[in-house]
């Protein structure tokens, strides 16, 4: 089984649907990087499956599946024990969702005394331990989060997530806002803790490049709705979706010998304007007169694949059902 | 040295700032001694992180500040002698800010902000001033031209907005346009879009650009010359290409690693993670606290950039192969 199963999820904000029914799943020991750009829904859809929505966003379809327990209808009491021991979350720009008036050992503390209490010896081992899987010197516990740099924060942000070993881990744009060498210090970081504690995770990002070299498997965002679903390896090598493919070429091999970017022209749709066909087609390179009337549907492989465009079901017919 | 004229030539600039921490009064060193050129229809890319003092750079530069140390000629005449002309020096060197959704007044429509700077600086009247807003607006694709013309920044996206930016900084026919990250708020499929305005704008209306960046990558594909800033200094430059494909200096090289590179094997980019929080004292190598390759000598004596085949690099490593710079003030 699965460990986390989102089933036709959908959200809103009022009149607006940002995540229009979306469905994937998460294996044991996997990272799912969910990608794609602003108001694609990324963000709306980790937080939702978080149960972190705030009004006047809401859940107003679908099952979040999370070790067999739909977390869909769960009530905040309902949910306490998940938190945190189970789900935990890395926000986006970790600095910000630190208290800034509590020591970093405070913060450790209060997460481990609402959650799961241990006795004052432990919980000091405890914290020396996290700060050290990030390579935060102990000295730096009894330190206020303005005295640490961005990418210290970062990592404390994630030793905390990691506290109590949940199972799962949602990454909300977490390199996001931090130094090129800071990110790439937090990626290789994250890689060496997965192979430790086996935690799965969520890697929601825009940035494609570093989803790639984290991720086993990615989700493509656009307007609100998955476009693909792939491998990680695969979707590097043969991105099937138009989006997918021009997102990618925006990621250029860095040791090329010639480098040159073309982007996308035009921008994303206007989620209050609903309009038939494919939200993409406005700015896709290779749309057919369908892709204007009808909204392609996403359409999943048995391995958990998927594509929603028409092109792609013309050109490969049977492989997606 | 080249025959043509600069037209911005920062001559070992230093900038210090005062701050006040534990209550104790720092002198924190933004820039030090920095020293580049432009030249007419150039791109000079200023690439560093946080800190590495590219912004305040960029407030020398446009008169905002000034510096502790050193001198700033535009156009053959010092910036402290343009400071009594400021309005003239203001019409010839505009900017294009990081957040155009900051950077816009959301009450004004798009008519409006481009035909103040085309009142202020060159007093056009109202006949003329619809022509050339029209043609400014062409320049920088924002069209259909009367689709745009009396929109409000909340109407606009990202890449849109940043075009109206970048249309108000040439209302005033620039000769030097200062760019301080003026892609990184926008997503990337419309990065490309900018760059490749702000390059035919270099083309087309013969500005010059310096484009201030943490992006090798873009820093790259757009400019003519990369200097490569860490904690005020130049530790690399040289031209783009070069810099950014085979730098020199264990910063730069450090950068060019860190760049997300899914296509590159893991040890390619794998980095040491047991320097990234290090910070130099003050002397020696600012960079030096970090740098895998640090030697005794690192601590002791700051290193001049030397020429080290195409590039100029600041590092002791070089000391053996490279020649010494000297600069031959005229």
Redesign the interface.
Known sequence: MALLAVENLRVTYGAVEAVRNVSFHLDRGQILGIVG??GSGKSTLGYAIAKLLRPPGQIVGGHVWFDGVDLVPLSELELKPIRWRELAVVMQSGMNALNPVAPIRRQFEDAILTHRPMGAKAMRERVREMLALV??EERYADHYPHEL????KQRVAIALALVLEPKLIIFDEPTTAL???????I???LKALRERYHFSALFIS?????V??IADRVAVMYAGRLVEVQD?RSL?QHPQHPYTQ??LS??????A?H???????G??PDLADVRPGCPFAPRCAQIIDRCWRETPAYLASPDGNGVACHMVKEREGSAYV | MSDVRAILDVKDVAKTYRTRRNGRWQVVHAVRGVSFRILPQHIVALVGESGSGKSTIAKLVTAVERPNQGQIVFDGRPIEEWRRHLRAYRRQVQMVFQDPYAALNPLNTVRYMIGRPLINYRHLGQDALSDEIRRILETVHLTPVDEFMEKLPFELSGGQLQRVVTARALASEPRLIVADEPVSMLDVSIRAEILRLLDELRRQQGVSLLYITHDLISARMLADEIVVLYRGTVVEEGAALSVAKNPRHPYTQLLLRSIPNPWAPPEETAIDLSRIDRTSDEGGCVFRARCPHVMDRCAQEVPPLRRVESQQVACWLYEASGVAVGRSDP
């Open positions: 750009e602003s390579n935060i740099s961005g990418g210290m130094d090129v060498v800071v990110q790439r210090y990626v290789q970081n825009h940035d494609l490049g570093t790639l070299e990680a590097l021009a997102l925006c990621f250029p091999d860095p040791r010998d480098i040159e970017v073309m982007g996308i022209p921008s994303p």
